[in-house]
């Protein structure tokens, strides 16, 4: 394989393994919000128990999550020379953003939430949380608008030619609000709610089926089910609103995603199927006509299709997007039946009553982090050949300087070291679940609880 695929194999590699770890904080940090409000509001100390539980857990998650992120702006620079020198501009807003508006209000006070328990009044303490949970809202806010930016470049001109040619912000907040970032950044925000929620109700679900710790999970599956059935409808809503932005601003990702040739005709829409990119046909379960009346709502109306545009202008693995973005739809529907069934249950009174559906939602918590990954791969496979959308090219993004041997060397490592940490992680979040909220916290904290709820 050439410098350029395995550079691309390389930032996967590395983008995928960190993407685990960010949507599972924002979540996680919904819920720990949600849990010290409702103690604040019912004086409930169970709710502090699952507060400071959650907590230990957002807290592993998190720390992976910086760790891992630190790889990718390297790799910017050793891989991705030219690239860096064409955005850094853009790139270099967008991250000092990140920095001044998101890490610093993190840092601030996660110190706080981690060891200010006994330390700060509950008030105090859930602000902390708050703003640790708007610290990695922030966080994402700025990276989704630096990649929005590769797909729907806005608010730059270009200084210099050939190779030395970049791109400058001639304004700002074009460049912020690009046409494709407000769509992108609340699916991105919604993806991350639910991997959250799903993964407080796994977690609860296995003490309620090994009947531990029962009353407290209840209250943390209940809380966490509301958050599940609010954002996976809407997750619906602004998936259809991306895919609408999409159809105007890039066409051949749209037409890849559903392997749409003929620009001629109407677009089905698939429900499951496979691309035969030689021969430019899609054999599947259709509704026809299904895309041109989610697009145009008439299901005879064209949608321009991938033979609009030249053989060198298209995604080279059709195959690969249509599959990626099937599974994100499959799996966003999954959440969406799972959700309303769990409130089906939680309205007739048998929400825990249902063994079957206590197993169901202990393995849902792969779904919502399969369907995170399957966007992102369609979302950047779809964009190519292109790095900067109609601007600069994959294939002239590399550094020069990079033999294949090295990149392979570093896939290499980097696998190594990414095993290890992965291992780790479940090891110390399987420690964490089997310990549980703890006994004594669940029995010595009420007396103590008296005694902070004495203090508002």
Do not use: C
Not at 60 to 68: D, E, K, N, R, S
Not at 146 to 174: C, K, L
Not at 411 to 419: G, M, P, T
């Amino acid at each position: 394989m050439d410098v350029e695929i395995l550079s691309r194999i390389q930032f996967a590699l590395t983008v995928s393994f960190h993407y685990i770890y960010p949507p599972l904080s924002i979540g996680l940090g919904l819920i720990m919000v949600i849990l010290e409000g409702k103690f604040l509001l019912t004086k409930n100390p169970e709710y502090h128990v699952l507060a400071r539980f959650w907590t230990k857990i957002f807290a592993l998650t998190f720390g992976i999550g910086v760790a891992t992120g630190i790889v990718m702006e390297f790799e910017f620079g050793t891989n991705w020379a030219t690239y860096s020198r064409y955005v850094g501009d853009i790139f270099g807003s967008a991250l000092a953003a990140e920095g001044i508006f998101a890490f610093a209000l993190e840092s601030g006070f996660l110190g706080v939430l981690l060891f200010g328990w006994n330390r700060v009044s509950p008030k105090v303490h859930f602000i902390s949380t708050a703003g640790v949970w708007f610290g990695s809202l922030f966080s994402a806010v700025w990276i989704v608008v630096a990649n929005s930016w590769q797909q729907t470049p806005a608010g730059y001109h270009i200084v210099g030619e050939g190779m030395n040619a970049r791109a400058e912000i001639t304004d700002f907040w074009a460049m912020v609000f690009n046409p494709s970032s407000v769509d992108r950044l609340s699916h991105v925000w919604l993806g991350s709610f639910l991997a959250g929620a799903f993964l407080v109700m796994s977690v609860h679900a296995y003490y309620l089926l090994k009947n531990r710790y029962v009353e407290v999970s209840k209250k943390a599956f209940k809380v966490a089910l509301v958050v599940a059935i609010i954002f996976s409808l809407g997750q619906l809503l602004t998936g259809h609103h991306s895919a609408d932005g999409v159809a105007v601003n890039q066409p051949a990702k749209l037409a890849a995603m559903e392997g749409h040739y003929d620009s001629l005709a109407a677009a089905d829409m698939y429900i499951l199927g496979w691309v035969d990119q030689e021969n430019e046909k899609v054999t599947g379960l259709s509704i026809p006509g299904g895309l041109s009346f989610l697009l145009h709502y008439n299901f005879t109306e064209p949608v321009i299709g991938l033979n609009a545009f030249p053989k060198e202008d298209q995604p080279s693995q059709v195959n690969a997007v249509f599959q990626f973005y099937h599974i994100m739809i499959a799996i966003g529907m999954a959440l969406i039946g799972i959700s309303l069934l769990g409130g089906f249950l939680w309205f007739r009174g048998q929400l825990f009553e249902h063994k079957w559906f206590l197993m169901l939602a202990i393995f849902s918590v792969f779904l919502p982090q399969i369907a995170n990954q399957a966007g992102w791969f369609a979302a950047e496979m779809g964009r190519q050949p292109w790095v900067v959308y109609g601007l600069l090219r994959t294939s002239d993004a590399l550094s020069k300087v990079v033999t294949a041997n090295q990149v392979m060397f570093s896939i290499i490592l980097f696998s190594l070291i990414y095993i290890l940490l992965f291992s780790l992680f479940i090891y110390l979040l399987n420690k964490k679940i089997q310990h549980g909220p703890a006994e004594d916290d669940l029995i010595d904290e009420r007396p103590k609880q008296k005694e902070i709820a004495g203090a508002f």
